[in-house]
């Protein structure tokens, strides 16, 4: 009688210790969607202390569309709206596991720019104003790297390269 009761404890406490310990769950990610750009502070193409602003974002990428990375930007001022800039995302694929079959290369990344008219912080951006944009680029699965920057000469990516690139996994 001892002995069934110990069997039994034995195997219920084997299999909760199989599901407390790292049984991985079916819902489970082997990688983070969602990776936030570090803010890049820069003037706009106007050059002037009012046109100063913050670039950010974020890099989601999506597990159910493989080998694609969708970069969200945004432009806000500090201080006015209505500041033109040009932003440059440089997007490297480190594991670069597909063969271009015109060429022959492995594309490794490259360089994306996007047109974008501020908002002021804090304030409702204007009805059909581009503050915002997404671009949706097919990178191929691996580790990658994207840096951002501007067409100013004035921003903190330019202070800091390093510290203002952000890495993530496309699956």
Not at 20 to 43: D, K
Request: charged content about 10%.
């Amino acid at each position: 009688m001892i002995r069934s009761w110990t069997v039994k404890v034995s195997v219920v406490g084997a299999a909760l210790a199989a599901v407390l310990l790292g049984a991985p769950s079916v819902a489970s990610a082997h990688h983070q969607e969602f990776t936030p750009l570090p803010y890049n502070i820069s003037l706009g193409q106007e050059l002037s202390l009012p046109c100063a602003g913050e670039v950010g974002g974020n890099v989601y990428t999506p597990h159910d569309r493989p080998g694609i990375a969708v970069v969200t930007l945004t432009w806000q001022t500090f201080f006015v709206s209505n500041c033109p800039l040009t932003v440059y995302v440089n997007m490297n694929n480190f594991d670069a596991p597909w063969v271009d079959p015109y060429s022959g290369d492995k594309p490794t990344g490259g360089t994306w720019l996007v047109h974008l008219n501020s908002a002021s912080v804090g304030a409702v951006p204007p009805e059909g104003s581009e503050w915002s944009k997404q671009l949706a680029i097919d990178i191929g699965s691996g580790n990658a790297g994207l840096t951002v920057t501007t067409d100013s000469p004035l921003n903190t990516t330019l202070l800091d390269p390093a510290g203002n690139t952000v890495r993530f996994t496309v699956a």
